[in-house]
C-alpha cells in the first residue's frame, strides 16, 4: 500500500525565513522518500508580487544542499504555485480559495489542507477568521492549522490569541510546533523511561536526587535582537521547549503510548509544578543578560535591536518543584542562556546516593561516592550515558567511577529526518503527540507569567556574565545552597 500522504498546504509568510530555511527543504524530503508524490500541491503567499516562475526559483535555492537531481527537482517544484496576498484584504483570499481548488482538483488532493502560518502571530486570528469566511477550508478532507511560537506574550495574550483561532479550528485540528518535540532524543526519552524497567522502577523522589536541563546557546541574538529584546531568555525557551521536556521527564507513564494517553499526562505533570509567589521566584529564579568576555567582544546592549537600557534577560536558570507523589522534594533545576561556553542540550538525572558509603575508610579518594548520572544528550551528538560506579584496578580499594556511553553513529543520524520533516509528516498523519496542545500552553504561561511579574518589579540591574561563561554567579549559588552542582560545567565561572 502506497504510504503517499494528499494534501495542498498553503504557506502563509511563504517567502520568509522560516519557509526557506526549514519547509522547503522539509516538503523536498517527504517528496524524496515518498510521504508526498504525485498529489500535493503548495501555494506560497505573502505580500510581495512574485511569480510562479520565481517562486519555484527560490524554492530550487533553498533546497540546493539536499542535491536533488535533475529530474527530482523538476518534479518536486512542479508542485508549488505562488499567490500575492495581504493576509488583511479579504478580497484576496477569494483568489486564493479559488487557486486552492482548482489545485484540489488538478492534483486529486481529496480537500486535504494544510494552512501553515508561517508569520508574525498577530495575524493569526485574521487569518484564521478569512479561512473560514472566504471558506478556504474544506468540508471533505481535513482542515489542518499549524502555527509557529511564540504563542502569545503571557497567559492573557495566549488565551486571546486562541480563542481567535478556536473560533474556526477545533483543538484537534490545531498544530502547535515546538520543533523541540520533532528532536530524536526528546522523543527518545520516553523510549528511555518507558522501555526500562530499570530506569522507570527508579524514577521517583526515592532513588533521584534532582534533574537538571541545560539548553545552552553559544550564539548571541545575531539579527533578532529586536524580537529578543521584546521576549528574553523565559519566553523565549523556558516557556515553551524547557517546560515541555520538563513534562516528558516527570509524567506518570501513559497507559499506552498514544496522543491522547501522553498529551493527559503531560498536562498533569505541568499542573503539578509549583506556582511561585514573588518571595518564592527570587529564591528560585536568577537571570543574567551577556557582556563581552572571552569568545565576544560585544555587550548585549550594544547589539543591533537591543535597547542600550535593556533589562532583558539572555539566561535563566530556576529550580522547579512537582507537588506530587513521585518527586515530592526533587528539584528540576533548568537554565539556558545566549553566548554560554558551549552549544549543546543535556538532561541529567541525578540518582540519591547509597544509604552509606560502605567504602568510607577503604577509599579514602572519595569523601562520598560519586554520584549516578544518566544523562541524555540531544544536541548537538544524541545519544545518553549512564555513570556507574566500578573498582580502580591495582592495589587497594578505590571506587572509580566508569561512563557507559551510547551516542548515535552519524550514519544512523542522517538516516534520521529533520524536527520539521517529521512534524510536518505527523501534521499529514494528523498526529499530534509531538505539538502542544492549549492546556499545556496555558499552564506553562502561568508558571513562567509569575516569574516574569516578580522581575519585572525588580529595581536592581540585571546581574551579567561573561559571554563564554556557563551564565551569573548567582546560577551556580543556586545549585550551592542546596549542597548540589550542575553535572555540566564545561567552563567555570572565574576561569
Ligand atoms: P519572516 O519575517 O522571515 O517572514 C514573515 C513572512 O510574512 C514573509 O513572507 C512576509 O512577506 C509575510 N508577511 C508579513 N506581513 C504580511 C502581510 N500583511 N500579508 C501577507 N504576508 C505578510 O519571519 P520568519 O522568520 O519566517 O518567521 C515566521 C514565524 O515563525 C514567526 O512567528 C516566527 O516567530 C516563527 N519562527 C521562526 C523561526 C525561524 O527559524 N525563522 C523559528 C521558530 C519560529
Not at 184 to 200: D, K, L
Request: charged residues 25%.
Amino acid at each position: 500500500m502506497s504510504h503517499e500522504k494528499k494534501a495542498l498546504f498553503i504557506i502563509f509568510g511563504g517567502t520568509g525565513d522560516l519557509a526557506k530555511r526549514k519547509l522547503y527543504p522539509s516538503l523536498f524530503r517527504l517528496f524524496r522518500k515518498g510521504s508526498i508524490n504525485k498529489h500535493f500541491a503548495v501555494i506560497g503567499t505573502a505580500r510581495r508580487e512574485w511569480s510562479d516562475d520565481y517562486f519555484r526559483e527560490v524554492v530550487t535555492d533553498s533546497i540546493q544542499s539536499l542535491k536533488p537531481s535533475q529530474q527530482e527537482l523538476a518534479d518536486f517544484i512542479s508542485h508549488f504555485y505562488y499567490q500575492s496576498h495581504n493576509v488583511n484584504d479579504t478580497e484576496e483570499y477569494k483568489i486564493l480559495g479559488n487557486l486552492a481548488n482548482e489545485l484540489d482538483s488538478t492534483y486529486e488532493l481529496e480537500g486535504n489542507r494544510l494552512f501553515y502560518l508561517a508569520m508574525a502571530p498577530r495575524f493569526f486570528g485574521t487569518i484564521s477568521k478569512h479561512i473560514k469566511s472566504e471558506k478556504i477550508m474544506t468540508e471533505h478532507g481535513f482542515s489542518r492549522l499549524v502555527i509557529e511560537k511564540p504563542f502569545g506574550t503571557d497567559f492573557e495574550t495566549a488565551q486571546q490569541l486562541n480563542s481567535e483561532i478556536a473560533a474556526v479550528f477545533n483543538e484537534d485540528q490545531i498544530f502547535r510546533i515546538d520543533h523541540y518535540l520533532g528532536k530524536e532524543m526528546i522523543q527518545n526519552i520516553s523510549a528511555v523511561r518507558f522501555g526500562n524497567n530499570i530506569f522507570e522502577s527508579l524514577w521517583n523522589h526515592r532513588y533521584i536526587d534532582n534533574v537538571q536541563i541545560t539548553l545552552a546557546e553559544d550564539l548571541g541574538v545575531e539579527e533578532r535582537g529586536g524580537y529578543y529584546d521584546q521576549s528574553g531568555a523565559l519566553k523565549d525557551m523556558v516557556q515553551n521547549h524547557i517546560l515541555q521536556v520538563v513534562a516528558l521527564l516527570a509524567m506518570e507513564p501513559p497507559t499506552l503510548f498514544s496522543e491522547e494517553a501522553i498529551r493527559t499526562e503531560k498536562i498533569t505533570a505541568l499542573k503539578a509544578i509549583r506556582v511561585y509567589n514573588d518571595q518564592e521566584v527570587k529564591e528560585n529564579f536568577v537571570r543574567g543578560q551577556y557582556v563581552a568576555g572571552k569568545t565576544a567582544d560585544t555587550n548585549y546592549k550594544e547589539e543591533p535591536g537591543v535597547d542600550e537600557n535593556s533589562q532583558t534577560e539572555t539566561f535563566v536558570a530556576g529550580k522547579l518543584m512537582i507537588d506530587n507523589f513521585r518527586w515530592a522534594g526533587v528539584p528540576f533545576y533548568i537554565r539556558t542562556g545566549k553566548r554560554l561556553s558551549e552549544k549543546g542540550t543535556r538532561i541529567n538525572i541525578v540518582f540519591k546516593s547509597t544509604p552509606i558509603n560502605v567504602f568510607r575508610e577503604a577509599d579514602t579518594s572519595h569523601k562520598d561516592l560519586p554520584d549516578n548520572i544518566l544523562t541524555i544528550y540531544i544536541q548537538p551528538t544524541e545519544g545518553f550515558s549512564l555513570t556507574l560506579n566500578g573498582k580502580e584496578v591495582g592495589d587497594g580499594f578505590n571506587i572509580d567511577p566508569v561512563k557507559l556511553n551510547y551516542r548515535h553513529s552519524q550514519e544512523n543520524l542522517d538516516n534520521s529526518p529533520e524536527a520539521y520533516e517529521k512534524l510536518l509528516l505527523d501534521c499529514l498523519k494528523g498526529d499530534a503527540t509531538n505539538f502542544t496542545h492549549w492546556d499545556e500552553v496555558a499552564n506553562s504561561w502561568k508558571i513562567v507569567d509569575t516569574v516574569r511579574e516578580t522581575w519585572d518589579k525588580e529595581t536592581t540591574d540585571i546581574p551579567t556574565y561573561p559571554a563564554g561563561s556557563m551564565g551569573p554567579h548567582c546560577a551556580f549559588d543556586l545549585l550551592e545552597k542546596d549542597n548540589r552542582q550542575w553535572v555540566w560545567e564545561p567552563d567555570s565561572w572565574d576561569k
